[in-house]
Antibody
Framework: QVQLQESGPGLVKPSGTLSLTCGVSGGSISSSNWWSWVRQPPGKGLEWIGEIYLSGSTNYNPSLKSRVTISVDKSKNQFSLKVTSVTAADTAVYYC?????????????WGQGTLVTVSS | DIQMTQSPSTLSASVGDRVTITCRASQSISTWLAWYQQKPGKAPKLLIYKASSLESGVPSRFSGSGSGTEFTLTINSLQPDDFATYYCQQYNSYPWTFGQGTKVEIK
């Protein structure tokens, strides 16, 4: 059973950088899956941020692409998210998830989510 | 981007009811559609993928149908555990996008 766990600061100052890590257990990050980040502002819907493959290939949502970097650390079985120049609009619960099972990119395993608040 | 529109936004129903939620895509996505259930404070849970395939462990009262631009999620005989918010998601083309959600409330 694959488990994902997000970690990182819960408070980030405006104009700063949001940094989160997703640890993967019960499975290898080097499996044939993409690993994604999805966010959900309080009381709102879900927004896909981007994804990474074990090779380091990435795909990003164009709405965030200029500010987002996703990276992978295979030795630690984890992947990470950085969002630069954050504003209050980036306040959200951030989820990591496993995607692209056999080429079909739905999300079958999710972390429990971590709330990141952008505030001074 | 492909826009996903769910209806209704809120649905009031009773235990035992049959419930249907609709999801429309702004362009054809074949059957590249998933449905998720989300409860307050929890991560979304995958229910259906490829429009009609039931995820392992999901009760058979959940079913999905549709192709192209119109899809439905049906819950037969609504149970107390089913009161939640439901989202559709397309994975036909980047960026992956979700519907705005449908909240199923107790009548």
């Amino acid at each position: 059973q694959v488990q994902l766990q997000e970690s990182g600061p819960g408070l980030v100052k405006p104009s700063g950088t949001l940094s989160l890590t997703c640890g993967v257990s019960g499975g290898s990050i080097s499996s044939s899956n993409w690993w994604s980040w999805v966010r959900q502002p309080p009381g709102k819907g879900l927004e896909w941020i981007g994804e990474i493959y074990l090779s380091g290939s990435t795909n990003y949502n164009p709405s965030l692409k200029s500010r987002v970097t996703i990276s992978v650390d295979k030795s630690k079985n984890q992947f990470s998210l950085k969002v630069t120049s954050v504003t209050a609009a980036d306040t959200a619960v951030y989820y990591c998830a496993r995607a692209c099972i056999g080429g079909s990119c739905y999300f079958d395993y999710w972390g429990q989510g971590t709330l990141v608040t952008v505030s001074s | 981007d492909i826009q996903m529109t769910q209806s209704p936004s809120t649905l009031s129903a009773s235990v035992g009811d049959r419930v249907t939620i609709t999801c429309r895509a702004s362009q054809s996505i074949s059957t590249w559609l998933a449905w998720y259930q989300q409860k307050p404070g929890k991560a979304p849970k995958l229910l259906i993928y490829k429009a009609s395939s039931l995820e392992s462990g999901v009760p058979s009262r959940f079913s999905g149908s549709g192709s192209g631009t119109e899809f439905t999620l049906t819950i037969n005989s609504l149970q107390p555990d089913d009161f939640a918010t439901y989202y559709c998601q397309q994975y036909n083309s980047y960026p992956w996008t979700f519907g705005q959600g449908t909240k199923v409330e107790i009548k």
